[in-house]
């Protein structure tokens, strides 16, 4: 049985092996489509287009998904030294990648904006429940982690619903109950960064796991040879150059791992491996010279990648 809607900016499936009704299917969906209202910037009337519109001014009163959301953000970009920064969003809207407004902003446009990307001036208070960024012109965007949270709240539902055999996919953030019903793991192809959408460069099989994957091919431009992607460099406001195209992590929780893939993507291997081996996750590197780089836990079969750099 299988659910696919939109919500998040992208198409989301849920397929399930087990019998159970289509009804709790489309609570799932309504589930999704309800902390979307919550959490998107795109929503003039969400929590998160409140707490920008307020910034500098006053408190905003969110709900408790908000808050929780907002305390994981703050918690990875606190142990991640601002790799992965939710204040990013003045820079994200500047660049506009992916929108028909995309461009590449001047040295001066990214200077003027700088002092708004500082997760620290983000104030929450959990009771009675309320948000507050400090300087005004500050902006969160929760894109490079919404999209995880809505994924483990919806698992968690399906199992209390009795579901034992299920993976999501919501916009190649992909998470699992159980295994196949026959018995075997679910497989998953990791994309190429540099090929079209469904060309993986090998497989990682998952039960009750997570994999997340940052890459360059989510969202970028090309403009006179250069690729100009979305995973912005809090500390340039530019596309990170950290030598790679994609990082891919598997562990428990979907909505860790969006936040962790981007800032392991940000600060590169190097550090990003240790980084990583710290939290105890395990990750794939595919680096834009060709090289691929894998943590022993890392499942993997017949992976094959080769740069055109």
């Known amino acids: 049985m299988e659910k696919v809607f939109y919500a998040f900016g992208t198409m989301n499936q849920i397929q399930v092996e087990d019998d159970i009704s ?4 489309d609570q799932m969906e ?9 959490l998107s910037v795109f929503k003039p009337n969400s929590e998160i287009s409140r707490i920008n519109e307020n910034a500098g001014l006053r408190p905003t009163k969110v709900s408790p998904d908000t808050i929780k959301l907002l305390e994981r953000s703050l918690y990875f970009s606190c142990i991640s030294k601002g790799t992965f920064d939710i204040t990013i969003r003045p820079a994200v809207k500047l660049w506009s990648i992916g929108h028909k407004e995309q461009h590449i902003p001047t040295q001066q446009e990214l200077k003027e904006i700088s002092h708004l990307i500082d997760y620290s001036k983000l104030y929450i208070d959990a009771v009675p429940g309320s948000a507050y960024l400090r300087k005004k012109g500050q902006a969160i965007d929760l894109g490079g982690i919404a999209k995880g949270y ?12 009795g579901v ?3 993976i999501l996919n919501f916009g190649g953030t992909i998470l699992t109950i159980g295994q196949k019903m026959n018995g ?3 497989r998953v192809g990791v994309q190429n960064p540099l090929a079209k959408r469904g060309q993986s460069v090998g497989t990682v099989e998952l039960k009750n796991a997570a994999l997340v994957t940052s890459a360059v091919n989510e969202r970028f431009f090309i403009k006179e040879g250069v690729r100009y992607h979305h995973l912005l460099d809090p500390i340039t406001l530019g596309p990170a150059q950290s ?5 891919s992590a598997t562990g428990a929780s979907a909505m860790d791992l969006d936040a962790l893939t981007t800032a392991l993507f940000v600060m590169g291997m190097e550090k990003g491996i240790e ?3 710290n939290l105890g996750i395990e990750v794939l590197y595919l680096l834009d010279n060709g090289n691929i780089y894998a943590t022993n836990g890392f499942i993997k079969k017949d992976l094959n ?5």
Do not use: P, Y
């Open 22 to 25: 289509m009804e709790i299917l």
């Open 30 to 38: 309504e589930t999704a489509l309800k902390l979307d209202d919550l």
């Open 150 to 161: 809505a994924a483990d709240l919806i698992r968690e539902k399906l199992r209390k619903a």
């Open 164 to 166: 034992k055999s299920c």
């Open 184 to 186: 075997s793991s679910w």
């Open 243 to 247: 030598g790679v195209l994609s990082v």
């Open 275 to 277: 980084f990583a081996k």
């Open 305 to 309: 990648f080769q740069s055109n750099n």
